[in-house]
């Protein structure tokens, strides 16, 4: 099986950075479009971004467009999210997630995603 572990979450005050690392083991990483996914309290897990599995197609939602990058190091078995310009709405749990359903139009519905890291908690704040 995919195992995937989150890492590199923290305390930021608006307008910093963080760059979040997504690293696999088990099965190779190179046949898995992986997405981050964030959660808040109190509301329902949204999809931050996607990256196919040869790293050449991307997603983002709207709402992180131009502040967040993804990327992806087959190589090192490790996916990474930058976090750039954040905004106190960034607050939450950060999950990244496996799925082998190339249909880029579900990149933003957790439900196709087969495999989940634990989390790591990004707070922004002042």
């Known amino acids: 099986q995919l195992q995937l572990v989150e890492s590199g979450g923290g305390l930021v005050q608006p307008g910093g950075s963080l760059r979040l690392s997504c690293a696999a083991s088990g099965f190779s990483l190179d046949y898995y479009a992986i997405g981050w996914f964030r959660q808040a309290p109190g509301k329902e897990r949204e999809g931050v971004s996607c990256i196919s599995s040869s790293g050449d197609l991307t997603r983002y939602a709207d709402s992180v467009k131009g502040r967040f990058t993804i990327s992806r190091d087959n190589a090192k078995k490790t996916v990474y999210l930058q976090m750039n310009s954040l905004k106190l709405e960034d607050t939450a749990v950060y999950y990244c997630?496996?799925?082998?359903?190339?249909?880029?139009?579900?990149?933003?519905?957790?439900?196709?995603?087969?495999?989940w890291g634990q989390g790591t908690q990004v707070t922004v704040s002042s």
């Open positions: 997630a496996a799925k082998t359903n190339p249909i880029i139009s579900t990149w933003y519905m957790a439900a196709r995603y087969a495999y």
